[in-house]
């Protein structure tokens, strides 16, 4: 679900967003396709928000699909460098 979202800024997510991950997602079911695969950093949050919107939109979707995520890569802040983080905080906050 890299693609879904929008650009890798912090522009919000736009109707367009909505509707291009509505139509991945119903060809992906289309095709047979049910596991949903995220990650905390794809398109900086907004991937797993626009995913976020389709489910409470589509209450139905979510008994079709296993939905997969991944955390864990934290990027540059004040704290440090970009980062590998697997510690209990930022994995919750993730």
Known sequence: CMGLGGAWDASPISADDLLTANLAVDASLDCGIRLFDHADIY???????????LLRERPDLRRQIVLQSKC???????????????????????
């Open 43 to 53: 398109r900086q949050g907004k991937a797993e928000e626009v995913f976020g919107r």
């Open 72 to 94: 864990g890569i934290r990027p540059a802040d004040a704290e440090g460098p970009g980062r590998y983080d697997f510690s209990a905080a930022w994995l919750q906050s993730s």
